[in-house]
């Protein structure tokens, strides 16, 4: 499998899979955790998966069974597993501290661009 640092980019087939990592930083981090969060064009960002402060997790329903959120300690990252790709998985994907900022914070940053496609 591919793994990508956030922001990055990357391209897989349908049904492969891609680990996003996205490093440890006063950004990530929040009061709730971290969230993983998509965005396609014309739509806003939706939460994909977030993981909280205790460790405990939770996920979109599109995704749920698929996508794994978790912190690494030893690397001070959190990743994201994404399992079973489909096309309309095809987003920006961004990592934040949740609560997250304003849609215009600079601290989105650039996101990972994932691409789904045969």
């Known amino acids: 499998q591919v793994q990508i640092m956030e922001p990055g980019g990357g391209l897989v087939q349908p049904g492969g899979s891609l680990r996003l990592s996205c490093p440890a930083s006063?950004?990530?981090?929040?009061?709730?955790?971290t969230g993983w969060y998509r965005q396609t064009p014309g739509n806003k960002r939706e939460l994909v998966a977030q993981?909280?402060?205790?460790?405990?997790?939770n996920y979109a329903d599109s995704v749920k069974g698929r996508f794994f959120v978790s912190r690494d300690n030893t690397a001070d990252t959190v990743e994201l597993q994404m399992n079973s790709l489909k096309p309309e998985n095809t987003a920006g994907y961004y990592c934040i501290k949740s609560p997250p900022p304003p849609e215009s914070s600079p601290d989105w940053g650039q996101g990972a661009q994932v691409t789904v496609s045969s």
């Open positions: 993981i909280k402060s205790d460790g405990s997790t």
């Open positions: 006063g950004r990530v981090f929040g009061f709730f955790g």
